[in-house]
């Protein structure tokens, strides 16, 4: 038996989380760039067969990052030198010609298989790579969520495959051609989220040979792979607070893994020596953007707090009240994922504010009767739709929606202490990346949303009006107070 080892690092959805924090009562620094490249130059030290890979969402979701648009971000993982890293929807965040520029800046390749230029059916990107690594050929294929259609609805050129069905018959057509007898292990790098990936592994035929899924999206913590189909799957939760770690046995004559072990590693300072050179680098970055935004917005009177995306929480209640109240809505609907912060305050600069809400969105008022309100409650509110991969949102003072989980039905919905009325109109207003990809989001058309009235733009930039808001309030409060109640 010809075998060799390999060891696999793997991170997804770093969103731009480059600094270590402090972890409360031990003063351990906890996760960061600099730790992450620490651990990873000490295990290409240590072990002999090495390799590194991301499956996603670089960018997005600090200053830093939005700041330069990218590339600070991509000049950070420059230095960490990525064997492989694939495409997660907020790559696309800046626009396809930012992500054309990035990846040219990349020192590393980015790939993906299910990204088309549709009137020439070209692929947009390097859709799979072939590395050698010891004598042993292992092929990487990336694909990604079906959020970056939604992404790229405003360009009509670029298109992707709609369904796991036809990403599957990708992944066969790029292994059917290019997994010969010398590829000895298949490695997937998507994003797409847990279940997903776990569905997709079902589908994939056992001859085209996939060995392994690192995916990203869903930002799940796992405690040991899942196994579907005989293929492993890994994901490495959010950030950089810890990274997946595979030891790997792999048969050269069979083409397969014979013994494997996983873990997810922490990366903490207790056992890591910072990449100091790194550190120096990020630290540029961060004094050149606290230069710009270190002005005092507000001190509120207590922390506020968003841990999670699928309920009801203080910011959530904070941000959403901010939009209803600045144009009497009855609705404010806001996503939970545009909220990038954990917690917020007491103190509030500019620089929080870039970092809470980074999506400098427009935001729109619609006209929709009660029936329709209550079944965009139904659609949003339903079970399936909050398991990591949905569009979550946050609901204004005044409104209580209640769903029952068990009969999957709205049990109640009031706005204002008043039972909403179907034969009603009532006004609601939507981010933007919201209502183009309505049908997905929210279980209507644009047609239906704009069958009364026309939408009217109320803002086009949200983040102006939260900053707006928070310069002319001090003492800020807000507790969960039951908006959305699941039974």
């Not at 409104?399 to 039905?409: C, H, L, S």
């Given at each position: 038996m010809n075998t060799k080892r390999f060891t696999i690092l793997h991170s997804n959805d770093m969103h731009g989380d480059f600094l270590a924090e402090l972890e409360a009562g031990t003063g351990e620094a906890i996760g960061g760039i600099a730790l992450l490249s620490g651990y990873i130059n000490e295990v290409r030290a240590s072990e002999k067969n090495v390799l590194y890979t991301i499956s996603g969402d670089m960018v997005q979701g600090s200053i830093i990052d939005s700041e330069f648009k990218g590339i600070s971000t991509i000049e950070i993982m420059n230095y960490l030198s990525p064997d492989c890293a694939s495409l997660g929807n907020h790559e696309l965040d800046y626009g396809l010609p930012q992500l054309l520029f990035?990846?040219?800046?990349?020192?590393?390749?980015?790939?993906?298989?299910?990204?088309y230029i549709k009137k020439y059916n070209k692929r947009l990107m390097l859709p799979y790579l072939i590395k050698t690594v010891d004598d042993f050929d292992i092929l990487f294929i990336g694909i990604v969520t079906e959020a970056v259609l939604d992404a790229l609805k405003l360009d009509c050129q670029i298109g992707t495959f709609i369904s796991l069905e036809d990403a599957a018959t990708e992944i066969g057509r790029i292994c059917d051609a290019y997994k010969n007898d010398d590829i000895d292990l298949t490695i997937l790098l998507t994003h797409i989220g847990l279940d997903s990936d776990k569905e997709l592994a079902a589908m994939l035929k056992p001859e085209w040979g996939v060995d392994i899924i690192l995916g990203g999206h869903s930002h799940s913590y796992m405690d040991q792979p899942e196994i579907v189909n005989d293929i492993l799957i890994a994901q490495a939760a959010v950030g950089t607070d810890q990274v997946g770690r595979f030891d790997i046995l792999v048969d050269d004559d069979t083409n397969s893994i014979v013994d494997w072990k996983w873990r997810l590693v922490p990366i903490r300072s207790s056992g890591i020596k910072p990449d100091l050179e790194l550190n120096k680098f990020i630290h540029s970055y961060k004094t050149a953007v606290d230069a710009k935004y270190n002005t005092l917005l507000c001190r509120m009177a207590q922390v506020l707090t968003h841990p999670n995306r699928e309920v009801e929480t203080e910011l959530g209640d904070l941000i959403s009240d901010i939009f209803a109240e600045n144009w009497d809505l009855d609705v404010a609907f806001i996503g939970s994922g545009s909220i990038r912060m954990k917690e917020l305050g007491p103190v509030v600069t500019l620089r929080d504010l870039k970092q809470l809400f980074p999506y400098d969105d427009t935001y729109s008022r619609y006209t929709i009767t009660g029936k329709q309100l209550e079944q965009l409650f139904t659609y949003i509110m339903r079970k399936e739709n909050?398991?990591?991969?949905?569009?979550?949102?946050?609901?204004?003072?005044?409104?209580?929606?209640?769903?029952?989980?068990?009969?999957?039905?709205?049990?109640?919905l009031e706005i204002g202490d008043n039972p909403v009325d179907p034969d009603r109109t009532y006004q609601i207003g939507l981010q933007s990346y919201h209502a183009i990809n309505c049908q997905e989001n929210l279980g209507f058309t644009m047609e239906e949303l704009s069958e009364l009235n026309p939408p009217r733009v109320l803002a086009t930039s949200m983040q102006s009006v939260i900053d707006e808001y928070l310069r002319e309030h001090q003492a800020i409060k807000r507790e969960v107070e039951g908006r959305l109640v699941y039974r």
């Open positions: 990035l990846d040219k800046l990349a020192n590393f390749p980015i790939i993906n298989a299910n990204m909050r398991n990591g991969e949905g569009e979550c949102y946050q609901v204004n003072h005044g409104v209580k929606a209640v769903y029952d989980e068990v009969f999957e039905r709205l049990v109640s």
